[in-house]
């Protein structure tokens, strides 16, 4: 079972901000850096966010992430429609020597 | 790119094979790992075990998985490889190779495969 912990669901309007939290341990979220992936329905995951609150090429800024000791969250500021998906964040934990996932927040565009 | 291949469909206590292919890339980069991972609806995303060269080549595996796990990699076509041993129906599910590029990236996956659902009945 994950070690992280994500709200199973979120959602907004066009044009809201959202924000997904992701709750961890000393041994993971406060020890390493964190990761966020998008996961459109039938699609590999994408990374979203690296190093805690950097963005690969192509993502746009409206994605953005950040940490404070055990803790993470993702916000989506000015959602749109694309941006209903799955979206884990990701960890490596020092105890279990092994990279680990959050088990998934869905979120909605009403 | 990432590109897998492997069946679809495995009995019962034999053994799951994939393999997953490189391009733009090599298996033998001494700042890249690669990874497979796992997704179910039952256990989410599930991170496998990774292969990476350095001075030599290295292998990590999840605890929970190690004594039926192995992954290679095969300089010569430019690939790496997941095999699971003795593997039971709870071990269905999509099945992903991934790209961790390198320290600047923590830990973070960049490239993914499209994924092979694998079911295991008989």
């Known amino acids: 079972q994950s070690v992280l912990t994500q709200p199973p669901s979120a959602s907004g309007t066009p044009g809201q901000r959202v924000t997904i939290s992701c709750s961890g341990s000393s041994s993971n979220i406060r020890s390493n850096t964190v990761n966020w992936y998008q996961q459109l329905p039938g699609t590999a995951p994408k990374l979203l966010i690296y190093s805690d609150s950097r963005r690969p090429s192509g993502v746009p800024d409206r994605f953005s992430g950040s940490k404070s000791g055990t803790s993470a969250s993702l916000a989506i500021s000015g959602l749109q429609s694309e941006d209903e998906a799955d979206y884990f964040c990701a960890a490596w934990d020092d105890s279990l020597n092994g990279y680990i996932f959050g088990f998934g927040t869905k979120v909605t565009v009403l | 790119q990432l590109h897998q291949s492997g069946p679809g469909l495995v009995e019962p206590s034999q053994t799951l094979s994939l393999t997953c292919a490189i391009s733009g890339d090599s298996v033998s980069s001494k700042i890249a790992s690669w990874t497979w991972i796992r997704q179910s609806p039952s256990r989410g995303l599930e991170w496998l075990g990774r292969?990476?060269?350095?001075?030599?080549?290295?292998?990590n595996y999840a605890v929970s998985l190690r004594s039926r796990i192995v992954i290679n990699s095969d300089t010569s076509q430019n690939l790496f490889s997941l095999q699971l041993n003795s593997v039971t129906p709870e071990d269905t599910a999509v099945y992903y190779c991934?790209?961790?590029?390198?320290?600047?990236?923590?830990?973070?996956?960049?490239?993914w495969g499209q994924g092979t659902m694998v079911t295991v009945s008989s």
């Open positions: 991934a790209r961790k590029p390198g320290a600047d990236w923590g830990n973070a996956l960049d490239i």
């Open positions: 292969t990476f060269s350095r001075s030599k080549w290295y292998t």
